[in-house]
């Protein structure tokens, strides 16, 4: 079991370590611009200085992925990279049945029920789940990797509690949808036994399959489901330190660059976003305290694993990153930075995010009418929304079954078709060109639970 680090020793240690960090952005800015001669070009030979001894691209390209999904994370970011990496690399995505909507039928624990008979044998899954370690790891393949992403939990209920507000009964009740109020008296208003009581509290041990509603005394609890998560994450981002994370990832994966850019998404204005008042961050923790102990772990460890990587070698990967991603934005918005839009000014039905309610603002972005076509069939992904994307993704995955359906040569029985949902089996040695095989809907797959008991809280063992 890892020991869990202190609270005081993590904020010594994430001190200096960020005041060393943030001196080499700075001077490997300096030095870039220099050895270019003030005209900074982005290629890939430069990509690769950056750690030149452990450079990922001499390895092939990781492509058996589950991302877990957190709520208010920028996960929709994180989840926008996955899907546009799995179509250029011809990848099947785990997608859910139609009943589900966008998510595997959230809050329910995850089950291969809920994935789209069309999307079976899948290299990844992102969209937004409960966790279920032994389902995933009867449908995904042995050699996958685990990621998810953690939020400082102060900011992160904020924002739940606004973004949710009309959604959670919990946040509901409070008079005057007063944040301040809410944790004044947080058991007066929440209600554990609720369908969406997870946004309410301690979200991110709810998604990671855990008990939302341990006592913050039980401290033996949140240790041994901090030492489960790290059992099975190989990589747990922050979501502070995006770019650092991406970095990370792509050593983890063998990626290149061009696989790690992308352009922010699922953002409010800053008009929706409530300032904290002093002593309300504190009320949060407490008040979520698995999740501070999740979040003050796996920061601590983050910056450990920045420091094995090299903090130089990760400072000049992230200043090439954000150059090639200037360079990016300008390409698709007619050489200028681009200006997010309110929804309802966007003309392009697919771009416009989904808005959880007139209080709360989430803006997006229209491609320019004067870029080239070209340019806009390459730029349009970066900015489209999860919603939207999962649908046109669900099309042109489903295509590729019926086609590769159809193409198979006629068999004498139709037993082999048989497919156990929930026993199915690892397939890392399955080329992911075959087919997937035919399965039989349940009538109750994707149906959304109204009950407590559909909720199975989890014990530490990541919804086992």
Known sequence: MPMILQ?????????????????????????????????????MEAFRFGCSHQSPGTKPKHTHIVFLKTHKTASTTMQNILFRFAERNNLMVALPVQACGHQFCYPRTFSSHFVHLHTLRPNLITNHMRFNKTALQRLMPNDTIYITILREPASMFESLFTYYSRHCMSFRRVPNGSLEAFLAEPSRYYRPQEVESMYARNTLTFDLGGDKDRPSKDLAYAHDFVAEVEKVFSLVMIS????????????????????????????????????????????????????????????????????????????????LLRQAQERLMRSC?????????????????????????????????????????????????????????????????????????????????????????????????????QPAPSVAQRPDSGTESKSTAKQSEGTTKLGL
């Open 7 to 43: 609270p005081c020793w993590v904020a010594g240690q994430m001190k200096w370590q960020k005041k060393i960090f943030l001196a080499l952005i700075v001077i490997c800015t300096v030095s870039l611009l220099l050895h270019h001669g003030g005209h900074f070009t982005w290629n």
């Open 240 to 319: 502070e330190y995006f770019d650092e994370s991406l970095i990370l990832l792509r050593h983890l994966l063998s990626w290149d660059l061009e696989d790690i850019l992308y352009v922010k998404l699922n953002m409010r204005t800053e008009s929706s976003k409530k300032r904290l008042s002093p002593g309300l961050p504190e009320k949060i923790r407490a008040w979520n305290s698995i999740d501070a102990y999740l979040y003050e772990y796996f920061n601590a460890s983050f910056w450990l694993k920045l420091s094995d990587l090299g903090l130089d070698c990760v400072a000049k990967e992230v200043q």
């Open 333 to 433: 918005f007619g050489g200028k930075m681009p200006l997010p839009r309110p929804a309802a000014e966007i003309k392009n039905k697919d771009l416009r995010p989904w808005q959880p309610s007139d209080k709360v603002d989430i803006v997006g972005y229209d491609l320019p009418v004067n870029i080239s076509h070209e340019a806009q069939e390459h730029c349009l992904k970066y900015i489209m929304p999860e919603v939207s994307y999962t649908r046109i993704l669900l099309h042109s995955q489903s295509l590729r079954h019926r086609q590769s359906f159809q193409s198979r040569p006629p068999q004498k029985s139709h037993t082999l078709q048989h497919h156990m949902r929930t026993t199915l089996p690892r397939h890392s040695q399955v080329h992911r060109s």
